[in-house]
């Protein structure tokens, strides 16, 4: 077995542990899977929550890193990610798609549906097949109910323009598992493999 990521594995920037997250293993009260595609967000980068500063809404993505930062999206969907970089800067990752592997049955019924491809391919879907709430917002993600597990290998992996955004289109910083069936949606052909 792989060894538990502590609040340390976090201090590099948003896209190197977005790209290191690829293959690590994610689980919340044991329910998870492989996580598949990521996105990086820096307080530098516009289409940041924290470009313009700390709010109640955005506080625990300023850390300290290795917890998690929850947020709803669309006023639907609750989202995951993971803080980075040292107290005060401002950077995370997006969980936005794993590949289920624990838990297929309680997350079919909280998805109400039975395809494992889509059970968690995008960040909402991640959010309700994990039972993701806002009482987890700011908690540590090597005590319960998280658990991530480093990767096992190495893994081929994409990059290319993050997705739903209007700004910072410019940067490549979403990650995904190269030839996954389980991506929020494809990479275009003229997707980056990285290093």
Same mark, same amino acid.
């Given at each position: 077995m792989?060894?538990?990521l ?13 790209? $290191?997250?690829? #293959? &690590?293993?994610? =689980?919340?009260d044991? *329910? ?6 990521? /996105?990086?967000?820096? %307080?530098?980068d ?15 993505m300023?850390g300290?890193?290795g ?19 040292? $107290?005060?800067? #401002? &950077?995370?990752? =997006?969980?936005?798609? *794993?590949e289920?592997l624990?838990?297929?049955? /309680?997350?079919?019924? %909280? ?11 995008g960040p ?23 658990k ?16 739903? *955004? ?17 991506l ?12």
């Amino acid at each position: 077995m792989t060894r538990t990521l502590h609040p340390d594995d976090f201090l590099p920037d948003s896209p190197t542990v977005a790209r $290191e997250l690829i #293959g &690590a293993i994610l =689980l919340v009260d044991g *329910i998870g899977g492989r996580i598949v595609e990521t /996105e990086a967000y820096d %307080r530098a980068d516009p289409a940041s929550h924290t470009f313009n500063g700390p709010t109640p809404r955005n506080q625990a993505m300023f850390g300290p890193p290795g917890r998690a930062y929850v947020y709803r999206s669309y006023g639907i969907h609750w989202c995951l990610n993971f803080v980075c970089r040292e $107290e005060g800067h #401002g &950077a995370g990752v =997006l969980i936005r798609a *794993i590949e289920p592997l624990e838990g297929l049955k /309680e997350m079919r019924r %909280r998805r109400s549906l039975d395809d494992p491809k889509l059970l968690c391919a995008g960040p909402g879907r991640v959010g309700e097949a994990l039972g993701i709430v806002l009482d987890m917002n700011g908690l540590r993600l090597d005590r319960k109910p998280f658990k991530v597990l480093a990767r096992d290998r190495d893994y081929d992996i994409v990059t290319g323009p993050r997705i739903g *955004i209007s700004k910072a289109m410019e940067l490549h910083w979403r990650f995904g598992l190269a030839g996954s069936p389980f991506l929020s949606r494809r990479f275009s052909p003229a997707s980056r493999p990285t290093p």
